[in-house]
């Protein structure tokens, strides 16, 4: 079973409006962190905002903010008013803390934002 | 800069040979973490060290292996290569392991099997 599930294979959205990201999980650990990262064309991995399991505030970087709904497993990626910059490959990863040190990532949403 | 080196940055090899990729992590980060991602596809978490020893270990084929050096750069050995081979490998690195400790990525080395 995949552990992280990103069901947004690609979005297109308009400049300047808000975008979200789907990304739901599948733990049975009590302790884990739930990681963000963007790829854009030019290749590098990016860490954009990281929510932990025991944190109770929904997690803010700038522009980013996570939807975190523990009970749901989902941990969704909000970007506030969209730039073209913003067009690259998103994703969620998951370390899970009561085993091993791995992180596992999604496949990615591939989001493109339009003039 | 991320402050993690990876070497080489491209690598164009043929079927059946091996290569070593090289990474140096970021200074004073201890864990080590190595990725494969093939063309238009997620990330493959293949193996993870810290401070020298074997932490966690994903679906890494039997062909490859890796280690953590003293001096705590890293190195990804492939063997036997075959086309599917070919993909971006990436090494990222933490300060220590676990909870909040946020990977840092090199910019891959880009391998590719003719």
């Known amino acids: 079973a995949q552990k992280i599930t990103q069901t947004q294979p690609g979005m297109f959205v308009q400049e300047k409006e808000a975008v979200t990201l789907d990304c739901t999980y599948d733990?049975?650990?009590?302790?884990?962190?739930l990681f963000w990262y963007k790829q854009p064309s030019s290749g590098e991995m990016i860490f954009l905002i990281y929510?932990?399991?025991?944190?109770?505030q929904n997690a803010t970087e700038g522009r980013y903010s996570l939807n975190f709904q523990k009970a749901r497993k989902s941990t969704n990626l909000v970007i506030s008013a969209s730039q073209l910059g913003d067009s690259a490959m998103y994703f969620c990863?998951?370390?899970?803390?009561?085993?091993?040190?791995?992180?596992?990532f999604g496949k990615g949403t591939r989001l493109h934002i339009l003039p | 800069d991320s402050g993690v080196t990876q070497t080489p940055k491209h690598l164009i090899t043929a079927t059946g040979q091996r290569v070593t990729l090289r990474c140096s992590p970021r200074?004073?980060?201890?864990?080590v973490y190595w990725y494969q991602q093939s063309l238009d596809q997620g990330l493959q978490f293949l193996i993870q060290?810290?401070?020298?020893?074997?932490?966690a270990k994903g679906n890494i084929l039997e062909r490859f292996s890796a280690q953590q050096f003293p001096d705590l750069h890293s190195e990804l050995n492939l063997s036997s290569l075959e086309l599917g081979d070919s993909a971006l490998y990436f090494c990222?690195?933490?300060?220590?392991?676990?909870?909040?400790?946020?990977?840092?990525f090199g910019a891959g080395s880009r391998l590719t099997v003719l």
């Open positions: 200074s004073g980060d201890l864990s």
């Open positions: 733990t049975s650990d009590q302790s884990y962190g």
């Open positions: 990863a998951m370390r899970e803390e009561d085993r091993d040190d791995k992180i596992i």
């Open positions: 929510q932990g399991s025991y944190d109770e």
């Open positions: 990222a690195s933490s300060l220590i392991s676990g909870g909040a400790n946020v990977l840092t």
């Open positions: 060290y810290y401070n020298g020893e074997e932490r």
